[in-house]
Nanobody, 125 residues
Framework: VQLVESGGGLAQPGGSLRLSCVGSGFIFSNYAMSWARQVPGKELEWVSGINGDGGSTYYRDSVKGRFTISRDNARNTVYLQMKRLKPADTARYYC???????????????????WGKGTQVTVSP
């Protein structure tokens, strides 16, 4: 199993970025996926999750209305569209593979068995 994130970079406050995570080595559509983020010295923070069929999506309160998670199972890819970015969104963003098709406890890290190496997002004037 491999997860590879891309799309991070530098954005101005109010700007947008789209992150991608390509999965390989497993049947992508059979698993829910999440995005999480971490600032050095702080705890990992769950951001958003999507079920295997893409029919249900979930967000932490601070990103609702600004971030959109989606997936293209034909391309084995999960996306995180981030709009109206804030400096507080600065972090390293990771995608993670859930143990099953439907996430049951998105913020329980035992739910995930594989993680990517992350992509850095920096929001600064």
């Amino acid at each position: 199993v491999q997860l590879v994130e891309s799309g991070g970079g530098l954005a101005q406050p109010g700007g947008s970025l789209r992150l991608s995570c390509v999965g390989s080595g497993f049947i992508f559509s059979n698993y829910a996926m999440s995005w999480a983020r971490q600032v050095p010295g702080k705890e990992l923070e769950w951001v958003s999750g999507i079920n295997g069929d893409g029919g249900s999506t979930y967000y932490r309160d601070s990103v609702k209305g600004r971030f959109t998670i989606s997936r293209d199972n034909a391309r084995n890819t999960v996306y995180l569209q981030m709009k109206r970015l804030k400096p507080a969104d600065t972090a390293r963003y990771y995608c993670a593979k859930d143990l099953g098709a439907r996430g049951s406890s998105w913020t329980d890290w035992r739910e995930y068995d594989h993680w990517g190496k992350g992509t850095q997002v920096t929001v600064s004037p």
